[in-house]
């Protein structure tokens, strides 16, 4: 297997400059460098994230969830309706117009009922807060923690400070151990998250997220092989400082604190634009693509490379459009309505959320109105009824006087 891969994966014209083979950065002198068999390791390494995520979000996540006051929002359960849900499990959530015609004389019953059922029935599927409130914290727990193991660990380097540092050497370049774990721990990570990512609360950016987390990989498991891990450790210190900002702000805007949510949200957005369009693409992809130039020519490895560090800059850019639209918000009406980079789940969800509870509201205005007329015509009656009674005993005591000068 070692050799298939050898001889198609990391043939070493694809992935080390020119005149540089794999026996040039091979363990000696009792100082280590990254193979690419290294990385085998990350697949159980995976496995035990996703282990020990569950009994996070159960025994730490859930609980604390309690304490902070998240609540689930209540929703009104569809009524039993075999038909219905046969065709909501079998073909579609989102009916045709025609659909709902065909069901509506299936079922015997009007078009506005079967919208009604299906409505109903998709928020019983949405997810509630407590479960994007367990998720939140589990990622804010590992981001903080790599983000203070990476700082730790690069600190006093001197490639930390200058950027030119990370090629001096190469590829002849020492791993050490902390970094050889920092990089394992974070492709594991990230392999966990994509392993999960159907059983996980589908955000609005689904696609941008699936396309981060393989872009990653890929950058990730590459740097290792080609030894750009001085570059890569900055790549992924940059990214770790802000996203465990953005996880305590979901999890405060879960809880309901909204003003801790929207002065986390303002921290992540100031230090989100200055790491991911200042500090990453002006340091890091600058010096990837000019300086290297300097020490090797350019080959297959390079272009993948900074590739795939070109895709993670889009993603950015779409991701800070978000966060500034978001800030006009905040600057505007003075708090955080929603997350628009990725705590919502989508738009037509919401519009879902929002037609229900018009139609609740309009209900609750026909009831209202219903027991105002209703009201209103008691009234009527009861001033009626006094109106005839007063008539009555008025011409009975008119009656009664003209009668008694007869009597007399």
């Not at 304490?67 to 209540?74: A, E, F, K, M």
């Not at 200058?162 to 020492?174: A, R, S």
């Not at 030894?227 to 702000?249: K, W």
Request: charged share 25%.
């Amino acid at each position: 297997m070692e050799a298939l891969l050898d001889q198609w994966l990391w043939r070493q014209e694809y992935w080390l400059p020119p005149g540089i083979t794999w026996k040039d950065i091979e363990t000696s002198g009792g100082s280590r460098y990254p193979l690419p068999r290294d990385l085998l390791v990350t697949l159980p390494l995976a496995l035990g994230f996703i282990a020990l995520r569950y009994v996070f979000e159960r025994i730490v996540a859930l609980p604390l969830s309690r304490q902070l006051g998240v609540r689930d929002r209540i929703r009104v359960r569809a009524m039993p309706a075999p038909k219905l849900e046969a065709f909501y499990t079998q073909h579609t959530h989102q009916p045709s117009q025609s659909d709902i015609l065909t069901l509506a004389r299936q079922c015997d019953s009007t078009q506005r009922q079967i919208e009604t059922w299906f409505r109903h029935r998709r928020n019983q599927d949405r997810p509630r807060n407590t479960k994007k409130f367990c998720e939140a914290c589990w990622r804010f727990v590992f981001y903080l923690i790599a983000f203070l193991a990476g700082l730790v660990s690069l600190i006093d380097k001197s490639w930390f400070w200058d950027k030119k540092e990370c090629w001096n050497g190469y590829p002849k370049q020492p791993l050490a151990e902390a970094h050889y774990w920092y990089y394992m721990m974070e492709m594991a990570f990230y392999w966990s998250l994509l392993l999960c990512v159907s059983v996980d609360v589908k955000r609005k950016d689904f696609k941008e997220q699936i396309i981060h987390h393989i872009a990653t990989i890929f950058l990730i498991g590459f740097s290792y092989c080609a030894n750009y891990v001085r570059i890569g450790t900055l790549v992924l210190l940059i990214h770790d400082a802000s996203d465990f900002l953005m996880e305590s702000a979901k999890m405060f805007n879960y809880a309901g604190w909204r003003k801790t949510c929207d002065s986390l949200f303002v921290v992540f957005a100031a230090v989100f634009l200055v790491t991911r369009l200042v500090v990453l693409p002006c340091k890091v992809i600058h010096t990837t693509l000019f300086l290297t130039l300097d020490v090797y020519q350019p080959f297959f490895g390079y272009y993948f490379f900074n590739t795939l560090l070109l895709v993670l800059q889009a993603l950015h850019i779409f991701w800070a459009w978000l966060i500034i639209r978001m800030i006009f918000k905040f600057a505007f009406k003075g708090k955080v309505e929603r997350d628009e980079r990725s705590d919502e789940e989508s738009e037509v969800e919401e519009a879902e959320e929002e037609e229900v509870e018009a139609e609740q509201k309009e209900d609750d205005e026909e009831e209202t109105s219903w027991e105002q007329r209703k009201g209103a015509l008691n009234s009527k009656f009861t001033a009626l009824a006094n109106n005839c009674v007063l008539k009555n005993l008025t011409k009975q005591r008119n009656n009664t006087i003209s009668t008694i000068p007869k009597a007399r």
